[in-house]
Every structure is written in C-alpha cells, then in structure tokens.
C-alpha cells in the first residue's frame, strides 16, 4: 500500500498543475458595446493623457474619455446608435501627441499593422471615387 500513496500524489500534482495551465490560458475579452479601449505606446502623464481626451471629444459620437496611466490606456464611450470608426479615433489619438499602439473594441483587437493595413484601403477606395 505505500507504493500506491505516492502514485497518487504525483498524479494529483500533475492534475493540479494541468488545471492551473488551463485557468490561465487567456480567453479574448469581449467589452460591452459602446467602449473602446486604445493602448498607448507610452501614456507617461495626465498633461498628455488630457491632450488626447480634447482629440477625441472633437468627434462627434464620443461620448465620456477617461484613461489609465498605470496601463497607458485611453477608454472612448460612444452610443451604440452611434458608433465611431477606428481611423478617426487612431488619427484623433495620434494629434494628441500620443502614438497609438492598438484599438480594441467588442471581440476585435486591431494593432498598429492592422490599422495601417485599414488606413490604405481607405485611401485606395478614396482615390477610386475621384
């Protein structure tokens, strides 16, 4: 019966360890409607953290900025009945002063390459138009 004891042990331990690698895999965060979340590549005061708020008040839509410095986060609130494009709030972020690093919003994470990649097609389709 002893043999048995430490079988156990070590199957339980695995077990444990198994569980913790499963709880802290990260699932994608989906945030309510109407709340965008802009990370900041470095969003060091509230000077700067203000610049980029009067930025985005100026968009219609925009409803409340609040910020994070801890975190270099901007969080816009819109209506959902009126939603803000991304490009607007990327080049409203970036006028602040501030470089963007991604936007995310609802299920949808988007980075700098991402929002680049949106930023040419909107000019290619702006250019199309002419």
């Known amino acids: 019966m002893p043999r048995s004891a430490p079988r156990f042990s070590a199957i339980g331990f695995l077990t444990l360890l198994l569980c913790g690698?499963?709880?802290?895999a990260e699932e994608p965060r989906v945030l309510p409607t109407g709340r965008i979340e802009i990370a900041i590549e470095d969003l060091h005061c509230g000077t700067c953290a203000k610049r980029v708020a009067r930025k985005l008040y100026?968009?219609?839509g925009v409803q409340k900025v609040s910020w994070d410095l801890s975190?270099?986060?901007?969080?816009?609130?819109?209506?959902a009945s009126q939603p803000v494009s991304v490009l607007p709030l990327w080049a409203a972020v970036t006028a602040g002063g501030v470089k963007p690093a991604a936007i995310r919003y609802e299920a949808i994470h988007l980075d700098a390459a991402a929002i680049g990649a949106l930023q040419e097609q909107a000019a290619a389709d702006a250019d199309e138009r002419r």
């Open 71 to 79: 975190a270099d986060l901007v969080v816009v609130y819109q209506p």
């Open 21 to 24: 690698y499963l709880a802290s």
């Open 58 to 60: 100026g968009l219609k």
